[in-house]
DNA sequence: ATGTGATTTAACCATTTAGTTAAAATGATT
DNA sequence: AATCATTTTAACTAAATGGTTAAATCACAT
């Protein structure tokens, strides 16, 4: 095999990244890991000298699922409400791809930020645009006014906290009832959009 | 002092409860918590056996705290979206008392969701009584329907997940100027209130 | 003053864990 | 066959950490 150097290192970064998620840099044990990747652990620190290089590894292609491009869809010059409903779409997509990242994400920020920045500062991610388009669209009475960070956080929270709560969520509210739990995620795209639309309609 | 051993069993109760929070279970130190509580590692045990026992202490009292008695409100005979109004207005008061619990919540629930459920099911903690509140203010045409557990969830989204992420949002949406995101917070009861009524205004 | 429980001190144990090392084995390439 | 990077094996170090212990000290009530 060509990529048999690639191959060992996708399936160490695979491994990392399933522990990493479900334990976070503190619970996750690098013997774990190395198991998990089936090798060892020498050679695990052959590929990544140190579990905090690895996990910077790991965070960085983390942050770029958990971090999306939202914006490409909101730089478009289709109708507002229309751009807005196909972010939460392109969003939601993503957090039912990978719907054990929003517990990681807030789990890590709050153990240390500045990871966290760090990598956003690097990628150059800049919501600033995306600030810019709502309260044009707020000036030109599309939707109500209020200040553009309100809306964004509302959204991101509609449709994040659900996932990062979801085994409380299956208890208190469905009584472990699974199936139930998992027909709720499936409603909350078309809830969470007729929610915001109506929020935020100019009457 | 007549309370000397209750007042260090608190002092410890407030060392454990402030470093569990910041670190999680996994980071939390024994040795930080009897440093923060004034006292030394053997005084600790002596008082907590284990590191487990003492976590679950602190978790039940910080429970107690997080999944507070909203249902109280929601079952007086006032309007319903009076009730709703003051709901929310008490939830977002318990976060400004306590801006690092969402975190800690959301952190612990992922590592170990059994130690919440149990904690939950010994407190006696139903939010069927709730639900059926809502879907009777639905029925009665007061506000637009949906399966109740969407508005809770929407609810407790939008008040609980700025606090866990407040960190991120402090540097991507407001440059890190902590005076503009503390404004931003405090403009969130008003905020949500008027985006949930809004949303579930009948027209 | 004496006994009692609370507290300190400081050394200690056992375990876990990240990380290292060196030698051997594997396996493809030339 | 010789070379080279990759991988394994297995033992190891060093540090961190939860927890223990025993002796000494302190404070207070009888």
Redesign the interface.
């Known amino acids: 095999m060509i990529d048999k150097k690639e191959n060992t290192e996708e399936k160490i970064i695979d491994a990392a990244r399933s522990v990493f998620i479900k334990?976070?840099m503190?619970?996750a044990r690098m013997q774990e890991i190395a198991d998990e990747a089936g090798i060892n652990k020498a050679l695990l620190h052959y590929y990544f000298r140190s579990k905090e290089k690895l996990f910077d590894a790991i965070l960085g292609k983390i942050i770029k699922v958990a971090f999306p491009k939202i914006s490409g869809i909101m730089v478009s010059d289709a109708d507002f409400k229309t751009k807005l409903v196909q972010a939460i779409d392109a969003y939601l997509d993503i957090l039912f791809k990978h719907p054990?990242l929003p517990?990681?994400v807030?789990?890590e920020?709050?153990?240390d930020?500045n990871v966290?920045?760090k990598i956003?500062v690097k990628r150059g991610?800049n919501?600033k645009l995306v600030?810019k388009i709502i309260e044009d669209a707020m000036d030109r009475g599309e939707i109500?006014k209020?200040?553009p960070?309100?809306l964004?956080?509302?959204i991101?929270?509609?449709c994040?906290?659900?996932f990062?709560?979801r085994?409380?969520?299956e208890?208190?509210?469905?009584d472990e009832d699974k199936k139930a739990t998992d027909q709720?995620f499936k409603?909350?795209k078309a809830?969470?959009k007729?929610?915001?639309l109506?929020?935020?309609?100019v009457k």
Chains 1, 2 share one sequence.
Do not use: C, T, W
Not at 171 to 174: G, I, L, T
Not at 198 to 201: F, G, M, N, Q
């Open positions: 334990k976070g503190d619970g054990y517990a990681f807030l789990k920020v709050s153990r930020p966290f920045i956003i991610l919501p600030f109500v209020m200040k960070q309100h964004v956080i509302n991101i929270g509609l994040v906290f659900p990062a709560a085994p409380i969520i208890f208190v509210a469905f709720f409603e909350r809830v969470i007729e929610f915001v109506r929020s935020i309609e």
